[in-house]
């Protein structure tokens, strides 16, 4: 008892649907040229009849599929075959030809059409053409193939049913004859006729009557069909097509910018070029549960692979994830997560790269690429995002939601520890560079060298301030000395910039000059600046 989907059996069909087609050919030429004297046509002859009926002791050994269950009770399998092909399998089968061959030195034209009778089992070789071809082939391939097929063998039994009704009036050879023919048939079927083979005989001209009529026929029916088998050798491609031309008049309709519309077809272009336009969470939302589980695992296994966190999870970890998530894409520069909002969601990065901004998008802290996740900061400490995330190039991403996620946290410890240390390590690294940028630009604030001195006397002293400068390591401060003109120190080591001088002029101005000594070498003196004392304010004369 064969199974029917059993690889033995389908090559057995093929082989016999080989022959029947070899068949169909040979035999009608066997029929006008009186093949049968030749060997192979002979064996062909004898071949034919064993092998329908070795298909029919087939046929009755080979189960069938009733309401998803193999059916392989032998009485169900008879009765089913009964009532569909065996007729027509037991008349392909019988060897008519043959028996008229011995008992009938010179048959009629009835009697050599009843020995055509192995041509009726095409009548379902397109039933076990599609059997054979299964998943594996387009169906829309298949139809194109019976198409052209049953063309050209209608062709093939009209060329000979010509030389059969016309003879061989000129005398030419098998082939020449035979070519002949067949060029007539398909200028009539084709109703393209020039004319230069004629009817005569009332016989033939009955014939040509006919043959015009299926000519036209198959003319409408070909034109009809072939656009259509053409545009569904593709089915994908065809609604894609559609769907593009609809979105597009639509766009044009309201007026919609062409920067935004490019925009809009690269996005459709890219979602054709990466998943043939399908939306694969719509493809598989009807399935049952368990179908709906392979077919994600199926289809997610590529981001299984590329996430290296899911490299050490279990099996049931991995389902419980995979089929809880779900595509999205992203163009360039879209933000997909922005810092400080609140999150419900968590991504794995199929395809494509995204960069991780600090909330005043100055810093980029890091750029992910496929293989990463991004958003676990937020679910797992339910805090504000941390980080703004924005596309560099289109992105193929696949989105956790808050409560998948959590439900996962919660059964897998060990799972929820290692996001846990990442996100840890992610917050730190944020910390250090924010730290080391703050105070990278306060740096750059302060000054090279010394631009501003203030100085004022308090009482008998000088006080002096003037500003930070970049990189220090002490000041140094001189007096100048009004009478020689030299300039004496009077700070060496100072840290801080300021300083007082207990010793200044009295009478006149006292002049200073402050340089830094930095890790780099001493800097320029500063310009002098002098500072007036304070003259006592004369008492105003009382009137
Ligand atoms: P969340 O805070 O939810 O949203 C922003 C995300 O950016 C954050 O989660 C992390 O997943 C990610 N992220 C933040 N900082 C870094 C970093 N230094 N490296 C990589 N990813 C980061």
């Known amino acids: 008892m064969f199974n029917p989907e059993n690889k033995l059996r389908t090559a057995w069909d093929f082989f016999v649907l080989a022959i029947t087609v070899l068949g169909a050919i040979v035999i009608p030429l066997s029929v006008i040229f009186d093949f049968s004297s030749s060997t192979a046509a002979a064996v062909l002859l004898w071949v034919i009849p064993i092998l329908f009926i070795a298909d029919i002791l087939v046929q009755f050994n080979t189960g069938f599929y009733r309401l998803g269950k193999t059916v392989t009770r032998r009485s169900s399998i008879a009765l089913r075959y009964l009532k569909s092909w065996f007729v027509l399998d037991l008349i392909a089968a019988l060897p008519l030809g043959l028996i008229i061959g011995v008992l009938v030195p010179d048959p009629g034209t009835v009697l050599l059409l009843i020995s055509l009778n192995p041509l009726v089992k095409l009548i379902h070789s397109g039933t076990t ?41 000129d005398s030419l050879d098998s082939a020449s004859l035979y070519i002949r023919a067949f060029y007539w048939t398909i200028t009539t079927l084709t109703t393209i006729g020039y004319g230069d083979i004629v009817p005569i005989e009332p016989a033939q001209t009955v014939f040509v009557i006919f043959i015009e009529l299926l000519g036209a026929a198959m003319y409408g029916m070909i034109i009809g069909n072939i656009a259509n088998l053409i545009a569904n050798i593709d089915v994908a491609k065809t609604q894609y097509r559609e769907k593009l031309d609809k979105i597009n008049a639509f766009l044009n309709y309201r007026n919609i910018p062409h920067d935004l519309q490019r925009k809009i077809n690269n996005y459709y272009n890219y979602l054709w070029e990466s998943r043939r336009g399908y939306d694969e969470s719509a493809v598989i939302e009807g399935l049952p549960v368990a179908l709906k589980t392979t077919v994600s695992l199926q289809i997610n296994r590529e981001i299984i692979e590329k996430v290296p966190l899911f490299q050490t999870a279990g099996e049931d970890l991995i389902r419980e994830i995979v089929l809880n998530l779900t595509p999205v894409v992203f163009t360039p520069g879209d933000t997909i997560v922005t810092a400080g909002e609140v999150g419900f969601q968590m991504y794995f990065i199929s395809q494509g790269s995204v960069d991780v901004l600090s909330a005043d998008e100055q810093t980029v802290y890091a750029t992910l690429t496929a293989g990463q996740f991004f958003g676990e900061i937020a679910l797992l400490l339910s805090m504000p995002r941390t980080a703004t995330i924005r596309a560099r190039e289109y992105c193929d991403l696949y989105r956790l939601d808050k409560e998948n996620f959590d439900r996962v946290i919660q059964r897998y410890p060990d799972f929820a520890e290692r996001i846990n240390e990442l996100a840890e390590k992610r917050q730190a690294e944020n910390e250090a560079m924010q730290k080391s940028k703050e105070s990278e630009s306060k740096e750059k604030e ?42 004496i120190y009077i700070e060496r080591k100072l840290l801080e910039p300021n300083t007082t001088d207990p010793h200044p002029e009295t009478e006149r101005p006292t002049t200073y000059r402050i340089r830094a000594i930095k890790t780099s070498g001493p800097g320029a003196w500063s310009d002098p600046v002098e500072i007036e004392p304070v003259t006592p304010d004369k008492e105003e004369p009382q009137e």
């Open 129 to 169: 053409l599609y059997r054979i071809g299964g998943t594996r082939v387009n169906p829309a391939i298949l139809r194109l193939v019976l198409l052209v097929f049953w063309i050209l063998l209608v062709a093939h039994l009209v060329s000979c049913a010509w030389i059969l009704i016309s003879g061989n009036p």
């Open 446 to 487: 302060i000054p090279e060298e010394i631009e501003e001195i203030q100085g004022e006397y308090t009482g008998e002293a000088v006080s002096l301030r003037w500003n930070w400068v970049r990189d220090l390591r002490y000041y140094e401060v001189v007096r100048k000395n009004p009478d020689t003109g030299k300039w």
